[in-house]
C-alpha cells in the first residue's frame, strides 16, 4: 500500500470529497455531512465569556478592594443559584463533549465508507467514543489545572501584593501579563497539536482495532518516533490548509449572504407592504416567519460550507495515516481478488491411430 507523505495526501483527499459530494450532487447529503461535521468539533470549543461592570472608587478605599467586598456579599447572597448554574453549565458542556466525540466517530466512519450514515457509526463505535470521551475530559481537567497554577497563581500573587490597588498598576501588569500571554499561546499551540493527533490518529486506532487509550496512544508513539519528520510535515501542512479553507469559507459565506441580501430585501419590502394592507396582527406573523426563515437559511448555508471542509480534513488523515497503519490501510487500498480458477477440462481423447 502506498505511504503518501503530507503534500501527496491532498489530491486523494480532494477525490474523496467531489466522490461523496459532487457524484452525484445531492443536497441532502451535503447537509447530513455538515451536520456530522459541525457535532463532531461542537463539544470542543466552547467559551464562556462574562464582562464585569467596572466599578467607581470610593473616599478611603480603592477600586479592588471595593469590587473585592460587592463580590463576597453577592457571592453570599446568591451561593445557591451560583451553584446551580455552574452545574447546569458543566452538564451542557459534558453532553456537547461527549456529542462531539460519538459524531467524531460518525464522521471517520461516513468518510472511509464513502457514505454518509449517522445511525452506523452510532451503533458501531459507543464504547471507542466513551473511552475518547475520557480522554478529552482529562485533557481538559489537565489543561485547566495548567491554566491555574501558571496564570491564576501569578494573577493572585500579583492582587495580594497589591499591585491592582497602586495608583499606577500598568508597569507591574505589563511585566506580568507579557510572560502570562506567552505561556498562553504555548498552551494554545500545545494544546492543538495534542487534539490533532488525537482527532486524527488515535480515533482510527480506537475504531479499528477497539485499542485502549493507554495503547492507541503508545501505537501512535511508535509511529511518529519511526516518521517525525513526515507527522511534523503533515501538522504543519494541516495548519497552512485549515488557513486556506478558512478563508475561502469565509468569502464564499460572504457572497452567499451579498447574493442573498437583494431577493431578501424584496420580499422584506413586499411583506411590510402586505402587513400594512392587512393589519399589524399579520405583520407581526409575517416578522416572525421571516426571522424564522431566515435563521433556517443561516444555518443551511453553515452546514453547506462545513460539509466539505469536514469531509477533506477526515479524508486527509486518513489517506496520511493509511501507509502508515496497516489496518485502515486495507481498507482504503483493498487488495484485488484473485482471478476465479479456471474450470477443470477433461482430456481430450486423441484420435485412433490410422
Not at 15 to 37: D, N, Q, S, Y
Not at 204 to 229: F, H, I, N, Q, Y
Amino acid at each position: 500500500m502506498p505511504r503518501l507523505s503530507a503534500t501527496e495526501s491532498i489530491n486523494p483527499a480532494f477525490e474523496r470529497v467531489k466522490m461523496m459530494l459532487f457524484r452525484p450532487f445531492r443536497f441532502t447529503t451535503w447537509v447530513k455531512l455538515g451536520f456530522i461535521g459541525w457535532l463532531a468539533g461542537a463539544g470542543t470549543s466552547m467559551n464562556f465569556n462574562f464582562n464585569a461592570p467596572s466599578l467607581p472608587a470610593q473616599d478611603g478605599g480603592s477600586a479592588a478592594g471595593n469590587a473585592g467586598e460587592v463580590f463576597r456579599t453577592f457571592l453570599h447572597e446568591h451561593l445557591l443559584l451560583i451553584v446551580c448554574m455552574v452545574a447546569f453549565l458543566i452538564g451542557v458542556a459534558l453532553l456537547l463533549v461527549y456529542l462531539s466525540c460519538r459524531f467524531r466517530f460518525i464522521l471517520f466512519d461516513s468518510v472511509l465508507r464513502a457514505d454518509a450514515q449517522i445511525g452506523r457509526g452510532w451503533r458501531l463505535y459507543g464504547l471507542q467514543a466513551q473511552r475518547y470521551l475520557g480522554f478529552l475530559v482529562l485533557f481538559m481537567v489537565i489543561l485547566c489545572i495548567a491554566l491555574a497554577l501558571l496564570v491564576g497563581l501569578p494573577l493572585w500573587h500579583a492582587y495580594k501584593t497589591g499591585v491592582f490597588g497602586s495608583s499606577n498598576p500598568f508597569p507591574a501588569l505589563l511585566r506580568i501579563l507579557l510572560p502570562l500571554l506567552l505561556v498562553v499561546v504555548l498552551l494554545v499551540f500545545v494544546s492543538a497539536i495534542v487534539a490533532s493527533l488525537a482527532n486524527d490518529f488515535i480515533v482510527p486506532l480506537l475504531a479499528l482495532d477497539e485499542l485502549t487509550l493507554g495503547d492507541a496512544w503508545s501505537a501512535l508513539k511508535r509511529l511518529v518516533s519511526a516518521e517525525p519528520g513526515a507527522f511534523a510535515g503533515y501538522l504543519g501542512m494541516k495548519l497552512l490548509l485549515a488557513l486556506g479553507s478558512g478563508i475561502l469559507v469565509g468569502v464564499a459565506l460572504v457572497l452567499a449572504f451579498v447574493l442573498l441580501l437583494i431577493p431578501g430585501a424584496l420580499i422584506a419590502v413586499a411583506g411590510y407592504a402586505v402587513a400594512k394592507a392587512l393589519g399589524p396582527g399579520v405583520g407581526l406573523l409575517l416578522v416572525a416567519i421571516g426571522i424564522f426563515v431566515g435563521v433556517l437559511v443561516v444555518i443551511t448555508l453553515f452546514l453547506l460550507a462545513t460539509a466539505p471542509v469536514a469531509v477533506f480534513f477526515t479524508a486527509y488523515a486518513v489517506y496520511f495515516f493509511g501507509g502508515r497503519y496497516p489496518r485502515l490501510g486495507s481498507l482504503l487500498w483493498p487488495e484485488p481478488m484473485p482471478p476465479p480458477p479456471a474450470p477443470f477440462a477433461s482430456p481430450v481423447p486423441a484420435p485412433p491411430m490410422p
